[in-house]
């Protein structure tokens, strides 16, 4: 596509529901990353993608939360069990390495609500 | 560990005034550095991309410096406009060897431009 796309806009859920999210990065990027931005911060570094494997995942806070990239395109950012600390701006980009300049490429985001 | 501050955290200016936001990071050994705009409630758009071996790049009324000995890089805002009332970030981008590619942001600059 045209640009990084990231479903739901919006997801309100309650405690300890679970949720995903939805990234389509632009097309032939083979880099992925997801980012958490809470209200007044900074985006923080969640977990990377080269291709289908995550190359980095040491920002995942704990184990509810999980992202796969099955075929190396789609990836989908998985949280079990939320809770109210969750709630955040959840931020996908994507990059191709073979570009050079490593620049990286967002998408409007995904907000999270947990009540 | 790489940690990047945005100086100040926000910033109250009259229509037409040039300006000046600056961002510092403690690892020198950076690949590139990005500067983005954030709307609220919105996701980062890319403004201005440097590359380590290079010292400023320009885009229209933008302009961003890179000083990678000393840590700082500044962008420059000419003759502000009330549309260029947004967040603005600041993130590094490190070696696959040191930070697995991922970018470090900076808490951003506030700016909001008076008519």
């Known amino acids: 596509g045209a640009g990084v796309s990231q479903t739901p806009s919006n997801k309100v859920t309650e405690k300890g529901k679970y949720v995903e999210l939805r990234c389509d990065p632009i097309?032939?990027?083979?880099?992925l990353y997801w980012y958490r931005q809470s209200l007044g911060q900074g985006p923080e570094f969640l977990i990377y993608?080269?291709?289908?494997?995550?190359?980095?995942d040491s920002g995942l806070p704990n184990d509810r939360f999980f992202a796969v990239r099955p075929e190396g395109s789609v990836s989908t950012l998985k949280i079990q069990r939320t809770e109210r600390g969750d709630s955040a701006m959840y931020l996908c980009?994507?990059?191709?390495?073979?570009?050079?300049?490593?620049?990286?490429?967002f998408g409007e985001g995904s907000r999270l609500t947990v009540l | 560990k790489q940690e990047v501050t945005q100086i100040p955290a926000a910033l109250s200016v009259p229509e037409g005034e040039n300006l000046v936001l600056n961002c510092s990071f403690t690892?020198?050994?950076?690949?590139?550095l990005q500067w983005f705009r954030q709307d609220p409630g919105k996701g980062l758009t890319s403004l201005l991309l440097?590359?380590?071996?290079?010292r400023e790049q320009t885009s229209g009324r933008l302009n961003a410096s890179l000083d990678k000995s000393s840590g700082r890089s500044t962008l420059y805002i000419a003759a502000s406009q009330p549309g260029d009332s947004a967040t603005y970030l600041c993130?590094?981008?490190?070696?696959?060897?040191?930070?697995?590619?991922?970018?470090?942001f900076g808490e951003g600059t506030q700016l909001t431009v008076n008519p």
């Open positions: 980009a994507s990059s191709s390495p073979t570009s050079g300049t490593g620049e990286l490429f």
């Open positions: 097309s032939g990027h083979t880099a």
């Open positions: 993608f080269q291709g289908t494997g995550a190359a980095d």
């Open positions: 690892d020198s050994a950076i690949y590139n």
């Open positions: 440097i590359q380590s071996s290079q």
């Open positions: 993130a590094v981008k490190g070696f696959r060897e040191t930070s697995g590619s991922r970018l470090t």
